[in-house]
């Protein structure tokens, strides 16, 4: 790319300094966690519960982490906007959590889960955290089952596994299809009981929209949060030792994606504007088993577990001509598995990515199925009839009995004698706020769990490994980093009338008056819609630089447009969920243009991100090891403010690019192959 | 479709509130329920009124957020979420009535949303298993027999939406409280606890001013995910064990 004399590589962003983590121990990687736990300094039980910790988000990152250091005697505030923390959006998470346990003695062990996720996320992960999280995921299953989290059994009354996209081995822990639902609730519970015992103090309808930074340079530390009380609409200040945002992922940029209506970017979008690094946020996992659009109403999309993928066999027909004919008319020979032609080893369970693109590609040729959306069919089939055939309808029903029910509620069609209809949708994003080896940002005494940071799935994630890295990091990972960073950081005295406190404080009054003092022509949700059009044509499956530039462009329009023209009635002082909205959705337009301008920057194709200017002759994802094995840190530049007033909407400066290389100690890095 | 929609209005909980009369045209029968109401909301938006205020969050059946009582049945006509349900389940010309969830124990906050704390102050007072993080023995020291296992799956899908509580001419919330109890019950890890927990919870249930079980079986009728009765059942009798044993 080219530098020009202002010295913005295409005009868009700034080269910084490298970038690394220095808190994994040195010595062989097996040893690391061992040691640095051993390293990490201890907070006397006496001193903990003076100490207090704020856990933004109740998922399994931010329920586990509250419910564990409110056990461990510290004093913990957790947040979530939703009315109870069972409500987070982990819930809906189906097919399973993945965990070394080798109950089936088919060679699984931590050193194949590590070796798996690494390749499974495109050799764009850190080798450190990744074999962490394969250490501990055993731990978790056993934790769970102690919290009574009904896991499915064998008739034995033995843990049960199956195998899930993109692996070899049964690894999957599964409670049918509401795996999510069942750990979301167990760890609900260890937070519930704290909460009894007065260790975590519970605030729900409760939306973080600042973070609270006091000090200057190396002396930095995050002190707090602003939250709105979205119920009485007053602007509350909590102040505490440390910070954990565990917020989830962003995929709402896209406005249609299998995330709850709620969730959003605003906790970590904010944190980043105070200094936190956001890392490769254009890896997003487009998730190939969803069920279609059909119509312009769409508000969501819904995700089907891809464990379908386990005995569903996907098809389109040969031929464009026979896309409109039903299904069961089309010939054995007409039909074309082409997951199973092109990748014959691994067949329907190939990566995630890898399903989707080939999904895009068949639709692409015209071979799509399913109603005309747009101006194409936008669907391939997913048929049971094999299944059927060989397991019975009760054997599949007892597997798959509550997917194929909510298909039949969603679409009205019967999946048990028609094939279900699939289509990928945005489904979780590997990208997020940049962490150290002890999940702290780029800001002292901010911490980033789960799917709100970067950690540890690369360019895209492997099936069953979402619930595993949320778990692990809260039940296991945080509390045992947190506690060095609250034992070893000098605590200063911080009240609600420091500055750092006031200025927050009146970020957040006065983005809140200047949303409702707009009042202008267009909803809060049609500029959420017209952005995520612009994502997903131009930062969506497919990207070149062609379409990432005219995004950015339109992106910025869309933004300035935002803040001039958007409609938000109501009142400040009263539950107004088009204000909540409209906060988030302002965060999301400047999100989405930081991901054109990562994506722009990553001329490759890796996992989850593909550029079309990056691929082999048969259409292979072509990753430049020598040019981009890093991790890309963006650091958050002011608006140039000319007037000296705030300026909504501008947004944002040219971002700096910090680059943490990748160095595989342990895995030979290779270009992958499900062939 | 064209339909003709009388939706409670509440600006907040000292407002007395009412039923306002709103007329949709041209809906698909592919909509979800909720769906529907984002389209009227629009349309107020654009006409400068405020919108409905609704809780949902997943709008795939799963996190209990959202709960509305249309024509007069805990999330509609089906058996399924609000946000599940499709206006496909509707004729044209139909008038629907649209309101919060009603009990003592759901205060309104405004117009359709209710506060459902007391729920999850239940679940405080003793629905879980104690078992501190790092605790747990490996996950196969305690084999439970299938049977077992499943029951404690089938009252664990509870998703705890209230829709129990609001079908119930009594306003109970003893269908959530024994799907609790009979989830953890099941389990060989529920035992140690299982005395203690019924007495509170159900103390805590009765405080929060949830009214009594009348045996009218509208709460598993109501139940998106089929909670069956019978938890009630062993709701009771694992009150009167617990009593037995002096708790």
Known sequence: MTENSSGLVHGLYRDGAPIADHKAPAGPIEQKWTRRKFEAALVNPANRRKMSVIIVGTGLAGGAAAATLGEAGYHVKSFCFQDSPRRAHSIAAQGGINAAKNYKEDGDSVQRLFYDTVKGGDYRSRETNVYRLAEVSANIIDQCVAQGVPFAREYGGLLDNRS???????RTFYARGQTGQQLLIGAYQALERQVAAGTVEQFTRHEMLEVIVDGEGSERRARGIIARDLVTGEIETHLADAVVLASGGYGNVFFLSTNAMGSNVTATWRAHRKGAHFANPCYTQIHPTCIPVAGEHQSKL??????????????????????????????????????????????????????????????????????????????????????????????????????????ARITGEDPYTTPMRIYPAVHYTMGGLWVDYDLQSTIPGLFVTGEANFSDHGANRLGASALMQGLADGYFVLPNTIRDYLATSPATPLTEDSPAVVGARREVEERTERLLAINGERSVDSFHRELGNIMWEYCGMERSEEGLLKAIDLIRGLRAEFWRNVRVLGAADTLNQSLEKAGRVADFLELGELMCIDALHRRESCGGHFRAESQTEDGEALRHDDEFAYV??????PPHDTDGETTFGAGMG?????KEDLTYEFIELKQRSYK | MNLTLKIWRQTGPDDT??????????????MSFLEMLDVLNEKLNANGEEPIAFDSDCREGICGMCGLMISGHAHGPERTTTCQLHMRSFKNGDTITVEPWRAEAFPIVRDLVVDRGGLDRIIQAGGYISANTGSAPDAHATPVPKDNADRAFMAAECIGCGACVAACPNASGMLFLGAKITHLGELPQGQPERDARVVSMVGQHDHEGFGGCTNVGACSQACPKGIPQDVISQLNKDLRTALKHGR
Not at chain 1, 164 to 170: I, K
């Open chain 1, 302 to 407: 819904t995700l089907m577990s891809e464990s379908l993928r386990n005995d569903g066999r996907i098809w389109v027909p040969k031929k464009r001509e026979d896309c409109d004919k039903d299904p069961r008319d089309i010939a054995e020979d007409d039909r074309d598995y082409y997951l199973e032609r092109i990748y014959p080893s691994f067949g329907n369970l190939v990566p995630r990515d890898i399903a989707s693109r080939q999904a895009k590609n068949v639709c692409d040729e015209g071979r799509g199925v399913g109603p005309v959306v747009g101006d194409f069919r936008r669907g391939v089939y997913l048929d049971f009839a094999d299944a059927i055939a060989r397991l019975g309808e009760d054997a599949v029903r007892n597997k798959y009995g509550n997917l194929f029910d909510m298909y």
């Open chain 2, 17 to 30: 509130g009412g039923l306002v009369t709103y007329r949709m045209s041209d809906i698909s029968p592919d």
């Open chain 1, 164 to 170: 899930f996209g993109g692996v070899q081995v049964s």
């Open chain 1, 654 to 658: 040219a971002p700096v690019l910090h």
């Open chain 1, 632 to 637: 890309a840190a963006w650091e958050f530049t």
